[in-house]
């Protein structure tokens, strides 16, 4: 009898989860038990279209936890043009990422309609591509529901610059409950993708004075960054942010920055500054070490400002809220 009760109360308690710590694994288990093989297969699909699949989708769920938490804000549309994706920071995300989503849960809906929220399908998703990538596979936390805001005005202050340096990222990282090797590791996801040129032309062009070209910059790798973005380019042309195995989630981001390849000043801070340079020399030598630092940063970043319960709700179109 006592054991029942027991139960009962764990059931309660996780049906009115408040805030964060209150996912679990098997979420689904009784009310949509096939959903993590539907989105592996929704993301498998958009992957064999397009490898922008992997980094979009990687990026769009980092940009959505990091702003007004894990909820699928950055999925919504607005005719007015203020929703969160319209922010500045946020034109840049690649369409293939919110394709991937809108895909995944059209195929979820299919079979358990109206159970699944567009944010846990994004968090699912955000795995699935590390790992069609080559990283690391790891279990992810259930049971968010999505936002009911989205609003550009709320993005400005709330993703790291190209510029930070290792006390303004860890700072913002802190706010999340991320330590300092929780950012390192999720700065790895900088193995895949790419970045527009006027992200990092001060490092080639205007880095100081005395310097145009930033010194910490390898330089023959700053010469194929000029060679790549030359002056006034088009702001659409971008180059890959790993310059050695861009489509490869591994750990050669770290030896690129022990090289003096990174790509943006908060990259390359990662190596400069004393106080993680240490791990970010160990990710360099050891990809289990970092791939089990990634597992675990992706699993913390998942809980960041979660919504349960009557917090938030689950989208039928993830693009409009409340639908």
């Known amino acids: 009898m006592e054991r029942g009760y027991i139960v009962l109360l764990m059931v309660l308690i996780i049906a009115t989860g408040r805030g964060e710590g209150q996912l679990v694994e098997n979420f689904y288990s009784s009310s949509c038990p096939n959903v ?3 989105v592996r297969q929704a993301v498998s699909t958009k992957f064999s279209q397009t490898f922008t699949t992997i980094p979009a989708t990687l990026r769009l769920f980092f940009h959505d936890c990091f702003v007004t938490g894990c909820d699928a804000s950055t999925m919504v549309s607005s005719p007015n043009g203020d929703a969160e994706k319209d922010a500045p920071d946020n034109l840049s995300l690649a369409g293939d990422g919110f394709d991937t ?13 109206k159970v699944v929220s567009c944010a846990d399908i994004l968090a699912l998703a955000a795995r699935d591509v590390v790992v069609l990538a080559g990283g690391p596979s790891f279990n992810v936390e259930l049971g968010r529901r999505d936002g009911m805001v989205s609003k550009a005005s709320l993005v400005k202050g709330n993703l790291p610059e190209p510029e930070f340096s290792l006390s303004q990222l860890n700072a913002m990282f802190a706010k999340h409950n991320l330590s300092q090797i929780d950012m390192i590791a999720l700065s790895g996801a900088h193995t895949l993708g790419f970045s527009h040129c006027n992200r990092f032309a001060k490092r080639l062009y205007s880095f100081s004075s005395s310097s145009p070209v930033d ?7 700053a010469q194929q960054l000029m060679s790549a973005c030359p002056k006034d380019v088009d702001p659409s042309i971008a180059i890959d942010m790993d310059p050695e195995t861009p ?16 790509l943006f000043t908060s990259d390359e801070v990662l ?3 004393p106080a993680s340079q240490p791990t970010v020399s160990d990710f360099a030598q050891s990809s289990g070490d970092f791939s089990g630092a990634f597992a675990t940063a992706m699993r913390k970043l998942g809980r960041v400002g979660v919504k349960t319960g009557s917090q938030g709700s689950i989208r039928t179109d993830c693009t409009v809220i409340g639908s």
């Open 271 to 273: 190596f400069s500054d």
């Open 101 to 113: 989503v809108v895909k995944a849960k059209q195929a979820v809906d299919a079979v358990c309609p």
């Open 215 to 221: 010194p910490s910059l390898n330089a023959e790798y």
């Open 247 to 262: 489509r490869t989630f591994d750990n050669v981001y770290y030896q690129n920055l022990v090289s003096g390849k990174g």
């Open 36 to 38: 993590e093989g539907i």
